[in-house]
């Protein structure tokens, strides 16, 4: 970090989270180091969504009643909170979907289906890299099955580094799209994205970014990052589930076919035919996830006053400790970047011969919530020669004491495995 | 919740010296069996003689619940016959299945009467099972084969 901004009044804000004060397995404090799987949500987000379902309930974009009027200020309004949030250019550039895996859906989709300019198709070639999540992978595999497309791939390093040696080969001209990851769900990496999409520009490939794991942990500004498509996902970021997000350069959602079809996605259906609303609504076919992205919205609006320099500063400092923390264990192996730099608070490990499963369920026992198993990244967790890890992911109500739950907690592992 | 009730001292002798294992020569059929949400596996296989489990032998990886039940699946089902093997994995099955309302039979079950704790954890039910379904698959292969 090279400005400086003020420490997080952690105290304060675990209050704005109820489920941080229930205990499990009798009297255990609640743990929570499963982030990345999921975030938990403050008061203020519960609260609006419930606030939305008592007072402004109706569907939206149809009807001039009051409670319709309402209804569609307030999804409309999540989504003028959203674009803000990320520094979009226009309003318009933001899609809601389900989740992150359906924005990477409908991009792969559209694109086998898009005129010549941007159609993926025999010949034409797809990249993503070893670190995806499989919601960055299948789609593709979908994509090029459905297509005759060929699917190339960046390698990662034994230190859990992109390993961009074979930039110039990996994209070539024939590359169409390149999709991957910002920060790595498994590993922690922060990407050096500006590279790659340096270079897919050099030879007009589009590229995707799979910001699951960056937006909801430090500012992200789609406008300077410079990809064409950015996707993440409400429930990570203090929002609710089933609300995701796709941003996308208003010129391509305006070229590309839609995806699903529907009601609310049409400018006017006759028998014969149907003709397309503009961007976003050309891709939110039917009744969308309302009370949800008023849920998004208000988590966006927590975020923004905590301070998203704030939080990723935190977590950088947690990332720090952790790393220290965990490196004096014995027999831990950590999984991913050795050092702070360029990686969030997300760390996988393996802990001697202990399988991931009994250290996570020993772990529970003692109140402390952890993930196992490959984290939906199987390709990437092979390639480190282990069937799964453990992995234990922070957020900005997470504290150092929480830290040393976890390696005391370890030791109570090690006691029992022996 | 006592986590004791899973981790008992008999699941982690077995995981720790486990019995049987290995592959052995001969058996009359084989099967592997992997957890796809966590990445256990096994490959076991059975030797039967004149209706009577003759050796059932196994490697495989994961953690210890999958490994340890395993182990005890050697001891419960070697030398017994076919039949009785296969009651006496209905039994397991029932047990862990049982979201904890299932009294074990010990004079059935012997140490995998250890198990029991496991069903109160739905996630780890597949881990305890891992085992018992390569010998159900095997135990099947042979008799389809005798057929
Ligand atoms: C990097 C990454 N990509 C994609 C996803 C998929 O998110 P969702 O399940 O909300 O679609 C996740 C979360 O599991 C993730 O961590």
Redesign the interface.
Same mark, same amino acid.
């Given at each position: 970090m090279t400005t400086t901004v003020a420490p997080l009044d952690v105290e304060t804000i675990r209050k704005d989270f109820p489920i941080l004060s229930r205990t499990v397995?009798?009297d255990r404090p609640l743990v929570y180091l499963d982030n990345a799987a999921t975030s938990q949500k403050p008061r203020q987000v519960l609260d609006a969504i419930v606030r939305y379902y008592e007072t402004s309930n109706a569907n939206v974009h149809r009807g001039v009643h009051s409670l319709a009027e309402e209804a569609t200020a307030l999804y409309e309004g999540a989504r003028d909170k959203v674009a803000a949030f990320v520094n979009a250019p226009s309003r318009d550039e933001v899609v809601f979907t389900k989740n992150s895996s359906e924005a990477m859906n409908l991009v792969a989709r559209v694109l086998g289906e898009a005129g010549p300019g941007y159609r993926v198709g025999a010949g034409d070639e797809i990249v993503i890299t070893e670190m995806e999540h499989h919601s960055n992978i299948v789609p593709w595999h979908q994509l090029a099955e459905r297509t005759g497309a060929t699917l190339k791939w960046f390698r990662i390093t034994d230190e859990g580094r992109l390993d961009l040696s074979d930039l110039d080969s990996v994209i070539t001209e024939r590359t169409k799209i390149v999709s991957m990851v910002h920060v790595s769900n498994l590993l922690g990496t922060i990407n050096p994205v500006e590279r790659v999409i340096a270079r897919a520009r050099e030879v007009g490939a589009l590229v995707l970014l799979d910001a699951s794991q960056s937006v909801p942990h430090m500012p992200v500004d789609v406008a300077a990052l410079g990809a064409d498509f950015v996707a993440f996902t409400g429930h990570k970021m203090l929002g609710p589930t089933g609300i995701g997000v796709l941003w996308g350069r208003l010129p391509l959602l305006q070229e590309l076919p839609p995806f699903l079809g529907g009601g609310e996605m049409i400018a006017a259906v006759t028998m014969e035919r149907s003709t397309y609303a503009e961007p976003p609504h050309k891709f939110e076919a039917g009744t969308p996830p309302i009370a949800e992205a008023v849920g998004l919205g208000a988590a966006v609006d927590y975020l923004t006053a905590v301070g998203m320099p704030a939080i990723a500063a935190h977590e950088h400092g947690l990332t720090e400790y952790v790393l220290e923390a965990l490196s004096s264990v014995e027999g831990v192996r950590i999984v991913g970047p050795p050092t702070a730099q360029d990686r969030v608070a997300e760390v996988s490990f393996t802990f001697g011969d202990i399988?991931?499963?009994?250290v996570g369920?020993?772990l529970d026992?003692q109140g402390v919530a952890v993930r !196992?198993?490959?984290h939906c990244a199987?390709p990437a967790v092979l390639r480190y020669g282990i069937?799964?890890t453990t992995r234990a992911s922070f957020y900005l109500y997470n504290t150092r004491a929480e830290v040393d739950a976890l390696v005391a907690g370890l030791a109570q592992v090690r006691k !029992?495995?022996? | 919740?006592?986590?004791e009730s899973?981790?008992q001292e008999i699941i982690?002798d077995h995981y720790?010296n486990p019995h049987g294992r290995g592959l052995r020569d001969p058996y009359d059929a084989e099967s592997f069996q992997v957890n796809p949400?966590?990445?256990?596996e096994v490959t076991l296989r059975v030797a039967v003689e004149q209706d009577r489990i003759g050796d059932v032998s196994y490697e495989g990886?994961?953690?210890?619940?999958s490994q340890a039940s395993t182990s005890v699946l050697t001891d419960l089902v070697t030398g017994r016959s076919v039949d009785e093997a296969l009651t006496t994995m209905d039994a397991f099955v029932e047990m862990v299945q049982g979201r904890g309302k299932v009294e074990p039979d010990e004079d059935v079950l012997e140490d995998g009467v250890a198990f029991a704790g496991v069903a109160k954890?739905p996630a780890?039910v597949k881990?305890a099972l891992l085992g018992w379904m390569a010998f159900k698959d095997a135990v099947s292969r042979v008799e389809g084969a005798a057929r």
């Open positions: 397995h009798g399988h991931p499963h009994d369920q020993l026992a !196992v198993g490959h199987r069937p799964a !029992v495995f022996g | 919740m006592n986590i899973m981790y982690l720790k949400t966590c990445g256990d990886q994961g953690c210890s619940i954890y780890r881990c």
